[in-house]
């Protein structure tokens, strides 16, 4: 099992760097590079961080989440974080009780804090606000003046898919993705397809046939691709919102007699565990999920223990994962 000196050696800094970094010491004045060459060489190393002695209390956490389990299953990113949250309270000795949107806060009003997962429209943020207690939201962050929170840099990550795919000499490039609603029938927004249309158009490459949109399920991203595919102009590559929507993608792009990567390139996002056994494998971006729930953890317990009033907003940074599904173009 790996330690944190060992950690220290392969990235290159001293052991009181890499441990204060792993625990998200913000008066640590290293750059962002050196605190993501940390993480992935921790995650390499696969470094599990000694559990703490227990709390005197024993904190009841509620964990609040948006989407519904037949959702968790079609999409396994909400799954992943999910696990890892319950694995580090279960370490901490905490007690977890599950909160679906639609449960009433009444039953739950003596838990001592929640983590609240996913993405929440309005009336949701409403009546969390009235919970009382710490909150620490995962992949949203709705208020930083209420509110912990812990999300990915969407903008730093799509940027590295697509500069990647640019890289390659692709120029016309698509994007399958996916929607959320609120209460209200009105769409949410996705940080991946805005960054995707934003980076495209300063380029002058933007192309409103090539973007396509519906669930975030292998099912939608079939359905999706074959629409790309049947346009008439054919994108010679494809950013994709979500592994699971590519899976879907692949069966549409065989179903058309085309090859991965040598008549399209695909490269996805979440770098799910299936990812790299697909045909050919998947270059994706890696999201430190693990590092998300645990750090959602720690929000949480330092915030009860501590008494901490100002709240904090983590941003954890992804790292792009070059397999065999995005081929260079040639004349």
Do not use: W
């Amino acid at each position: 099992m790996a330690i944190i000196k060992d950690i220290a050696e392969k990235a290159g800094v001293s052991i009181a760097t890499v441990s204060r970094v792993l625990n998200y010491d913000e008066t640590l004045n290293v750059s962002a590079e050196t605190r993501q060459r940390i993480f992935e060489t921790a995650e390499e190393l696969e470094y599990t961080p000694s559990k703490r002695k227990k709390h005197r209390k024993k904190f009841k956490i509620g964990l609040f989440y948006s989407y519904s389990l037949e959702e968790e299953l079609d999409d396994t990113y909400y799954l992943s974080i999910r696990v890892s949250i319950e694995k580090k309270l279960m370490a901490e000795g905490a007690n977890i009780i599950r909160i679906g949107k639609n449960d009433d806060f009444e039953k739950i009003k003596n838990i001592d804090g929640i983590i609240a997962l996913g993405t929440f429209n309005a009336n949701d943020v409403e009546r969390i606000k009235k919970f009382t207690r710490p909150v620490v939201f995962v992949d949203s962050s709705p208020d930083d003046d209420l509110f912990d929170s812990v999300v990915i840099n969407f903008h730093q990550a799509v940027k590295k898919a697509l500069d990647y795919l640019s890289s390659l000499g692709h120029t016309d490039i698509a994007y399958v993705g996916g929607m959320d609603f609120d209460i209200n029938g009105n769409r949410l927004p996705d940080l991946r397809e805005e960054t995707y249309c934003k980076y495209m158009k300063e380029k002058g490459l933007y192309n409103d046939d090539f973007v396509k949109v519906g669930k975030y399920t292998p099912k939608d991203g079939y359905k999706l691709m074959k629409e790309v595919l049947e346009n008439g102009t054919m994108p010679t590559a494809a950013f994709v919102a979500n592994d699971s929507i590519a899976i879907g993608c692949y069966k549409a792009i065989y179903e058309k007699n085309l090859k991965i990567p040598d008549d399209i390139s695909i490269i996805g996002f979440n770098d799910i565990s299936s990812a790299q056994y697909m045909m050919p494998p998947l270059t994706t971006i890696k999201l430190h999920i693990e590092f998300m729930g645990e750090t959602a953890v720690d929000l949480m317990l330092e915030r009860l223990t501590s008494g901490r009033e100002v709240c904090k907003k983590v941003v954890i940074p992804a790292k792009l994962i070059t397999r065999e599904s995005c081929k260079a173009i040639t004349d």
